[in-house]
């Protein structure tokens, strides 16, 4: 059993990450949910690690479209998968960042001696997101759920009480900010209006998101990250939303999705995806023990709140000036910088704002801007534009092809941000070990 | 109190001769409910112009970006960069123009006069606003900025900011047919650093019946970091004759913004104070602001629920109207007991008592009855004319420990008190303002809200009149 509370302040290293591919909603994985998702991500992550089961400690998981008769995805996992029933587990949900909070919950966890060794990581199964069907009928049946038995006048009772139809009838599932009920990508696309960021700019970006996927994937640097998944129809091997043909001009034949006139479309934002991703954690003295050699480790994290009516989606832009001003380092001390493409448009704000000494000065207090991207760095393997966002296996994703690039590259340091739902901002820094 | 124009309105043949008449019908006020919101001028546009050599664009930059404003700035080539680093800082696209185009819609208009250094420096207010005029929307803002004509060194600069004063006076009744308020920012040597949240208050929904009035800024310590939402969270205040009204509405703007409200009201209105109370998390104090330990009372109350108080509103007041020849002494007595010695006493007991925190609040509410005077109210009068005499030594006494004393002096305001006015001398009071309608009790209370509100800081013994630009008085 580890020590709780050891004296001396433990570092928690990732030893692994592994990830489906990322197929399209209502695809490949249709018949794949949550949990058998999470379950071919873990086995892929024993299987390339050959860890033995008994090592394990704990499974720390992150969703979005959490089941609702089983919330607890890691622990399902665990039982699914006949882990030793002591291998606790806990599922976090912090929209699109549900993964990498699961990560930093499990390195946390490490670092108090609370564990030694711990799967983490996300998924989600939009395609098989539950369709809610209206609160008032399950108010209606409640006589019906406790149990008591319905004569006619009490069913005349229950009757009446499922009009309109329209209150019960299901509700299309929608990516919608509960506090302004806006739709994320109506929100995004007033950011691009207040911030300048054109269309042009937009598919641009995107289409660099695509070729630089598919030159990863046709390398074959993606290979080791990625792992088969068998399905009823066969298996599946790759991730089936990149594009290495697409360009701007096929982008600019796009018609706007979330405003007349805007600037958004189906080609500049990320889509519908399925998907799942594990990293593997451990404190450093049991990696050595069990003989595995580390990527990288954690230097910070941070968790902002920014206002969902203002810009949702500006998060990153102070969330990870915090976690590099933590680890003690500059956005140019950076090798790697891996953003989260929720929206092509949100990613170019949140690049302004970092290079902007007006928002600085105005939102972090600091003298000068935070600094200039550099292209060069920036999502160098694609980003969730062109790989798909299948919401919270993209903080496992992004992890893994990061750790795995400090060591391929020889490089020491990357820096993570991601947007989430809320009005959430999250950020990394990892460090090469 | 139904305003009886509105229902006459209903009635073509009715509204055919008011309008022959020229009498306007008034356009409902655009008020905000709740507490104070992030950015309280989420799109709108605000159109930004000024003189030569103005020296408050970026502090109005700042303010709009906050605020949530699209700033479309007139000319003012070196303030560009001002806005361009708002727009920046806030994600707010700016507009840079040479001339107002045709279809510009303004919600509301800023004016930076403050660097007018004599009367040529006048015509650029012509120049920059008659264009604008007619593009202002219903229910928007004009605030033009100028400096103290009594701190200029010389005739001309002082005559060119005094000039703003009957300018915003006029243009405030031409435009209070819209719904529209036209006011002054003045802004004396020392206290550029305190504009924004009088600036922010000004544009904003809460000073809805605030019109054609200068609201003075004195030297100080800089008001940055004073809250925008929630600005008396941890704070606590006292409204006297808080049972109802304006008091009532008053403790509950207050209580709103995150302060602890201790409801004064008399005696035999402790049912509704205690009702209040329960509902705004406050507490309840019966008590007789005229009896002669009310002040020790009132000090060992504060202590025992409050701990200290930082913001103390005197809002009771009686009215006991009768011509002078015809006023007994108790109606003379009462009125001034109430509304002028009880209050001076008590002030001066709290302060002596340490009751009041520094950094406090003190507000007073006058009346434009006791600036202007009214038949059968000489009572009433002397004690609000009183209450603007006090302030004068009060403000700069209480000032040395940072507590801002200032007085407000309502118009016709929609209350108990003015509907027991009779009927037809009562609509005559509405109809005599530039946006020709009472105000309501939330009217008031908004503006005790903002000055009891750390931002306010620079607002110091003055006499704030929210009277829908009322013609009667200077």
């Not at chain 1, 979330?258 to 998907?275: E, M, Q, R, Y």
């Not at chain 2, 403000?395 to 008190?417: H, S, Y």
Request: hydrophobic share 45%.
């Amino acid at each position: 059993m580890p020590a709780i509370h050891a004296a001396k302040p433990r570092r928690a290293v990732i030893v692994a990450g592994v990830r489906t591919p990322f197929v399209r909603a209502f695809g490949d994985f249709l018949k794949l949910d949550a949990i058998g998702l999470g379950v071919a991500a873990t086995r892929a992550l024993l299987a390339q690690t050959e860890l033995a089961h008994q090592h394990i400690d704990a499974i720390v998981w992150g969703g979005v479209i959490l089941p609702s008769g089983a919330p607890n995805v890691g622990r399902e996992i665990a039982l699914d998968m006949g882990l030793p029933p002591s291998v606790e587990a806990m599922t976090v949900s912090r929209a699109c960042a549900s993964g990498l909070q699961a990560i930093t919950l499990a390195a946390a966890a490490i670092e108090r001696g609370e564990a030694d060794v711990v799967i983490a990581g996300g998924g989600d199964s939009t395609s098989n997101a539950e369709v809610k069907v209206g609160q008032r009928l399950v108010h209606a049946l409640a006589p019906l759920a406790l149990g008591k038995k319905l004569g006619p006048k009490e069913a005349l009772q229950v009757l009446s009480q499922l009009t309109p139809i329209s209150e019960i009838l299901p509700r299309k599932p929608e990516i919608a900010e509960r506090s302004t009920g806006e739709l994320m990508g109506e929100a995004c696309e007033r950011m691009a209006e207040r911030n300048g960021i054109t269309r042009e700019a937009q598919d641009a970006f995107a289409v660099e998101s695509h070729h630089k996927a598919a030159a990863a994937i046709a390398s074959g640097v993606l290979d080791d990250e990625l792992a088969a998944v068998e399905t009823a129809g066969g298996p599946v091997y790759a991730d089936g939303l990149v594009r290495p043909d697409t360009s701007v001009e096929k982008l600019a034949k796009l018609r706007p999705v979330f405003a007349k006139g805007g600037t958004l479309t189906a080609g500049n934002s990320s889509p519908l995806t399925d998907g799942a991703g594990a990293v593997l954690l451990m404190s450093e003295e049991a990696a050595k023990a069990l003989g595995y050699t580390p990527l990288a480790a954690f230097r910070s994290w941070s968790y902002v709140g920014v206002d969902p009516a203002d810009q949702l989606l500006i998060g990153p832009a102070l969330s990870m000036p915090q976690a590099l001003e933590r680890a003690g380092m500059t956005l140019a001390d950076m090798d790697l910088v891996e953003i989260h493409e929720a929206f092509a448009a949100q990613v170019l704000c949140v690049t302004q704002a970092l290079a902007s000494g007006a928002f600085a000065k105005a939102r972090l207090g600091r003298d000068q801007a935070v600094g200039e991207v550099d292209p060069q760095k920036l999502n160098r393997w694609g980003g969730s534009l062109a790989l798909g966002h299948p919401f919270a296996a993209t903080g496992a994703r992004m992890v893994t092809t990061a750790a795995r690039a400090l060591v391929r590259e020889d490089a020491q340091t990357a820096v993570l941000g991601i947007c989430a739902a809320g009005g959430l901002g999250a950020a990394a820094v990892l460090e090469r070990v | 109190m139904a305003d009886f124009l509105i229902n006459l309105s209903k009635n073509p043949t009715a509204k055919g001769l008011l309008g022959k008449v020229g009498v306007p019908l008034p356009v409902p006020l655009r008020r905000a409910d709740g507490p104070w919101a992030e950015r309280p001028l989420e799109g709108r546009v605000v159109v930004v112009g000024g003189a030569a050599g103005a020296l408050l664009h970026p502090a109005i930059a700042t303010t709009l970006g906050r605020a949530g404003a699209r700033a479309t700035l007139v000319g003012q080539d070196e303030a560009a960069s001002a806005y361009a680093e708002a727009a920046e800082a806030w994600g707010r696209p700016l507009t840079h123009i040479d001339a107002a185009p045709d279809d510009l819609r303004a919600d509301a208009i800023v004016f930076d006069g403050t660097g007018m250094a004599g009367m040529a420096d006048l015509r650029a207010l012509y120049d920059f606003l008659q264009p604008l005029v007619r593009r202002v929307q219903k229910c928007g803002r004009v605030v033009v900025i100028g400096l103290d004509p009594e701190e200029q060194t010389t005739p001309g600069a002082a005559a060119a900011h005094a000039a703003l004063d009957g300018f915003v006076r006029s243009l405030g009744k031409e435009l209070g047919r819209k719904g529209a308020t036209v006011n002054r920012l003045l802004v004396r040597d020392g206290a550029e650093a305190r504009v924004e949240p009088a600036l922010r208050w000004l544009l904003s929904d809460r000073s809805a019946f605030v019109d054609l009035q200068t609201l003075p800024l004195s030297a100080g310590e800089p008001t940055d970091g004073a809250p925008f939402t929630r600005p008396l969270d941890g704070k606590t205040a006292l409204v006297t004759g808080a049972a109802r009204g304006i008091g009532a509405a008053t403790a509950r703007r207050l209580a709103d913004e995150g302060a602890k409200v201790m409801i004064l009201d008399r005696p035999d209105d402790l049912d509704a104070a205690a009702s209040l109370a329960r509902e705004l998390g406050g507490v309840p104090l019966g008590l007789d602001i005229t009896d002669a330990d009310a002040g020790p009372r009132l000090a060992a109350a504060i202590a025992e629920h409050l701990g200290g108080l930082d913001v103390l509103v005197h809002n009771a007041g009686v009215t006991r109207d009768k011509t002078l020849g015809r006023m007994d002494p108790d109606r003379w007595d009462l009125t001034i007991a109430v509304n002028l010695s009880a209050v001076l006493d008590l002030t001066a007991h709290l302060d002596q008592a340490g009751a009041l925190r520094d950094g406090g609040r003190v507000v007073l509410l006058s009346s434009i009855a006791g600036l202007a005077g009214n038949a059968g109210q000489t009572n009433y009068a002397a004690s609000k004319a009183g209450l603007v005499g006090a302030l004068g030594k009060l403000a700069p006494a209480l000032g040395q420990r940072g507590v801002t004393v200032n007085a407000i002096a309502p118009g016709f305001i929609e209350t108990r008190m003015t509907a027991a006015i009779p009927a037809a001398i009562r609509e005559v009071g509405r109809r005599l303002s530039a946006l020709s309608q009472g105000g309501l009790p939330r009217d008031i209370a908004d503006a005790v809200t903002f000055l009891a509100s750390p931002g306010a800081a620079g607002v110091q013994g003055a006499v704030l009149r929210v009277c829908g630009g009322s013609f009667i008085g200077a």
